[in-house]
Each structure stands twice: as C-alpha cells, then as structure tokens.
C-alpha cells in the first residue's frame, strides 16, 4: 500500500510528489474502505436482518469467509495495484533527474526491505517477541517490488510475458502438491475438518492450511524465533502470496504506462511502446482500455472459477483472484482517472486525494493511533453523542468520529505540504 518511491526512507519531505490525482483519488478511496471497518457496518447491519441495503453493506463492508470477493476484499489488490501504476512516473521522474539505474535499483530494493519490516513491526504490536510473518500488505508489496522495479524497465509484452510466467507458474505450484489424505489431522493445521468452504477433488488443491503455500510457511515461518510453532493461517494468508500480488502490481504497471503515455505522449519512456498514431495514447483512448483490459480480466477469472481450472480465492491470491480483483481496479482506475482527470473533478476528489497522498500515513494511523483516538472519545464526552440516533447506529457515529480525527491529521500534513513516505 504505497504511494511512489521518494529519495530517502520514512522521512517527512516539503517536496510534493508528481502523479495523477486520479491515482490519489484512487488511493484514498482505497484507504478509506479500509478505515471504514471502525464504522462497524457489519454490527450494524445485524439489527436490520431483512434489509437488502443493510445486509449488502454488510457483505461489502468485510472480507467474504473464502469464495468469492466484496468490495472490502478489493482494498488490498487495488493498493498493490496502484504501487504498480505508479512506477513508470517514478521512473520517469528519476530519470529526469538524472538518476543512474544503479541507484534507483539500490533505493528500490531498500524500500522493499523497509516496507517488509515496516509489516513484520505492525504485524509483532502487542506481541511478546517479534511475529516474523509476512503476510501484511506492506510486507507483501515489499518482497515483490525489486522485480516490479526491474519491470518497470521493459517493454509492456516482456511484462504480459512475466505476468503469465507467474500465474501459470503458481496455479501448477499448488495443482503438482498432494491432495489432503483422508484422515488428515485439520484441527492440527487450525482449522476445522467440517470447515464448511473445504473443495473436494480438483478443488482441494486450494483448501485452508492444506495447500502448498501453507506447507512452504509450516516450514518457512519456523526458521525464526516463536512464541509457539507455526502451524497455519488462520485466515489462509501466506508468504508465498507476493508472487500473485507482485502479478497484480504488474497489472498496475502496465495500467501505468498507458497512463503515462496519455499525459505525456511527446516524452515516452524507452519502455514504452511506440504510438500507432498521434491519437494513440490520448486520455479517451486509453480510458476504454483500462475498460475492456478490465472486462476481459473479469471475463477470465468467471470462467477460471466456473469451470473449477482455478477458484477466485483471496486469501490465497489464486491466479484467478489477480484477473479477478485487477479487472475491477482496470476498471475503478479508469472511472477516476475518467472523471478527475479528463472531466476535472478535482475539487470533488479532494478529501480522497487527502487521503491518497499521505496513504502510508493513514495505513500506520489506522494500525496504531485509532483505538487511542477511540478510547479518548469515550473518555472525554461519554457516549451520549454517539446516542443521537439510538444504540445501534451509535458505531457509526463513532467511527466516522474517529476517521474524521485522521482526516485532518491528514489535512494538516497536506496543508503543510508534509507527505509520509518510503
């Protein structure tokens, strides 16, 4: 989840970083769904069991238990996505700066080193040792951003060459492990052996803790110092998921250099692909095809899924969830950069690009700071301003209470032309 790379690690800088606002928007949109889960919706939702529009903002307001996908399960592949479309500007930026490609390989792979314990650190909070696991989303980013660097460098069909290099690559990596025995010991692996979304033939390859990727962490993870051995995900997350979510970064990589090409077609990378025409590469053209690329990612991961080749698995990151989670980010990135970019929204987008500007920021705050700022509200004004509306809307009053906090901690950063970054 991160913004493009600066010249030095975690500093507060008075330079403003040069992107799209529709990519800020798109960031802060993202992030805002992911604060969102202190407004409780789900909770809520449970006193209105008939409701269409509650339980669907229920359904959409956390992750699905396996199959399938909302929208909160969106949060993190449009975030690694995003990293991706960022890449060819940074680049770029850097290479006008004169930047050697030494040294931006050498910041590249210290940011990922940093992102990575960045994750380790917030994943090890009120831990008694530090909890090696690297399945947090900054974690994720970190161990697949070397390579999405070096990508940044090629030519977009070496980067449609990598991307079916790894998804095919990762759905045999999972078909070639054994299937479960029959009296394998689940409860062992936490989880249940009546787990009611385990597969059956084919579809057992993908089961929870009984998948290749959990047998790599059940050995992986135990290198390092525990409290107890590691013996499964309880939610199915797994280190060897940056392969796939580097994949989806790719997605965003080549989203980016249209994009780019688009707002700068008389200055091309040597990576980017020659213009047909001079119309090639302008914001209407490549606005449909962020649209269609979209479609088609849609259109394959159905039919993956439906046809049992490959289920669209988050916590997993199937091959069929990367064509599946970055066909909507195709097409969410194109409907901002549509309406903030080509029709000039921005004063509409503003609180997201707030937001997206500083969306590290938010990340951390949202980890560490938020439950301060809503224990604090209890102590210092009760909970008769959250009543207003009844005890059971009082979750989203005092949620939104606390993004609210966060927003103009942001606002003020912004304001000062301050920006967290790696």
């Known amino acids: 989840m991160s913004p493009a790379p600066p010249a030095a690690p975690a500093l507060l800088t008075t330079s403003p970083p040069a992107r799209l606002s529709s990519l800020d928007a798109f960031r802060g949109f993202a992030m805002f769904l992911m604060a969102a889960e202190m407004l409780g919706l789900p909770r809520v939702a449970r006193a209105f069991p008939d409701s269409a529009f509650w339980q669907a903002l229920a359904y959409h307001g956390e992750h699905v238990a396996w199959r399938g996908g909302s929208l909160h399960d969106l949060i993190q592949p449009s975030f690694s996505f995003m990293v991706g479309v960022a890449v060819p500007f940074s680049v770029a930026s850097r290479l006008a700066r004169g930047q050697s490609r030494w040294a931006m390989w050498g910041h590249a792979c210290w940011r990922a080193l940093l992102l990575v ?11 008694p040792i530090t909890n090696w696991t690297f399945e947090d989303t900054l974690s994720q ?4 951003y070397p390579m999405l660097f070096l990508l940044g460098f090629a030519r977009n069909n ?54 290749a990727a959990w047998a790599f962490d059940v050995w992986f993870l135990n290198l390092f110092p525990r409290v107890s051995p590691f013996v499964g995900n309880g939610g199915g997350y797994s280190t060897l998921s940056f392969l796939p979510t580097l994949a989806t970064m790719l997605l965003g990589l080549i989203a980016g250099s249209w994009l780019r090409q688009a707002s700068t077609p008389a200055a091309p990378l040597a990576a980017d692909p020659p213009a047909a025409s001079p119309g090639n590469a302008r914001p209407l053209r490549v606005t449909a ?29 199937t091959p069929a969830w990367v064509l599946w989670s970055g066909g909507w980010c195709f097409l969410f990135m194109a409907a901002f950069y549509h309406l903030v970019d080509e029709r000039g929204w921005k004063r509409a987008a503003f609180p997201l690009v707030v937001i997206g500007v500083n969306s590290l920021a938010m990340y951390v705050m949202a980890e560490t700071i938020a439950g301060f700022f809503a224990k604090a509200l209890y102590t210092h004004f009760g909970k008769a301003p959250f009543l207003i509306f009844g005890e059971t809307f009082a979750p989203i009053l005092h949620g939104a209470s606390v993004l609210l906090i966060l927003w103009l901690i942001l606002l003020w950063m912004h304001r000062r032309r301050l920006w967290l970054r790696l």
């Open 158 to 211: 070496i980067r449609w060459a990598a991307l079916a290099a790894l998804l095919g690559g990762y759905w045999l990596f999972f078909v070639g492990f054994p299937l479960p025995a029959a009296d394998f010991n689940y409860a062992a692996a936490n989880v249940s052996a009546d787990w009611a979304h385990h597969g059956s033939g084919f579809a057992a390859h993908w089961n929870l803790n009984r998948n």
């Open 289 to 317: 095809r962020l649209v269609s690329t979209g479609l088609a990612g849609l259109a394959l991961a159905w039919l993956l899924d439906a046809t049992g080749i490959c289920p669209i698995i988050k916590k997993l990151w």
């Open 117 to 127: 314990l960045l994750g380790v650190f917030l994943r090890s909070m009120n831990k």
């Open 141 to 144: 980013i970190g161990l697949g």
